[in-house]
């Protein structure tokens, strides 16, 4: 086990620049993403810390130990790669024996560590099958076993899972989690998806073209993003334009140009990221803490609009509430049976309750 430790960090293909002055802390034993869009730099980074590519700029050390310029197989990280990077004609054991058989480990052992790393990952039954002839799903946790039967110090999963069926990534989601649990291994998982991200993770680090935006908790990301890219890229958001007017107490107040009216949020730290007077600013309210009613709603921040789409996934209703030309305000809630669910065209009353909303600058 190790921490990883990345400084500085830039690298540069020719006039590219992929990664830009990147600092983290991955804690021991931790299970920590890389989430960002396509191109910003996470296979980049990930290779970095494998050794597969060397910084231009900055430090790579693994716990106190300096490993910028190490060779990657004398780092003892397992790498599972986005196409699995798998021998087909192979069979799962020579497979998974390989990277053992590269370190000179007698036979016996070699056998007695591939049984057992493919019991782990539940492949016992298809030591002898060739890759080719196993489903996706297998081929994964193949690539898995080869990782793991080095007993790396470090774990890296690029993209892992993208190339199965929605259903076979659920369930090899919890087997990751699984496998990372009983091994108690540091982690590092490169994805695009914030469902993976939010679900799988100690801690999540948000790229966007070669910078990491915030680091935090899937509840923190989530509940606090520091600006308008990691609010609108992790989960959904209405997203509003304001500038600020007044402090009122405990209550700030700002303008929405969009809908011409004033917006007051509380004023804690869970609803106002710090932002200097220059910054662009946006109101951000998740789609579940809009209030929605054809009754009369009390208090601050309540508008009138119609209901302009609805959406019904099973456990949940999207109402997408039309306030003028230009703005939709999406609100969700729980599926509670059919009085959940408006007709299009209703007339509405829409509430961003003043402790949900938070404000944020622009990137
Ligand atoms: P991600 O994994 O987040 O999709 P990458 O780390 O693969 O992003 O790429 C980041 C940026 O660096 C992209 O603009 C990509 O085109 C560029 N890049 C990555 N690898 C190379 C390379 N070997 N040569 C040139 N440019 C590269
Ligand atoms: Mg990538």
Redesign the pocket.
Known sequence: MSTVNLSEITKR??D?T??KGLDLLIKEGEFFT?L????????????MIAGF?YPTEGKVKFNDKDMTRVAPEKRNTGMVFQNYALFPHMTVFENVAFGLKVRKISKTEIKKKVGDVLKKVRLDQYIGRQVSQLSGGQQQRVALARALVIEPDILLL??PLSNLDAKLREEMRTEILRLQREYGITTIY?T?DQVEALTMSDRIAV?NI?KCHQVGTPTEIYNKPVNDFVAKFIGETNLLPVSFKEHKDTKSVFYTPDMDQSIFVHNTELNIASYTNEDKLYMSVRPEAVKIDTNKLDGNNVFTGSVSLVQFTGEAVHTYVKMNDQITIKTTNLNKGPSTYLNEGTEVNIQFPEDQIRVIPGE
């Open positions: 293909f020719g590219v992929a990664v890389f960002g869009p396509s191109g910003c730099g996470k296979t980049t980074t990930l290779r590519y690029d993209e490169v695009h790229f070669g």
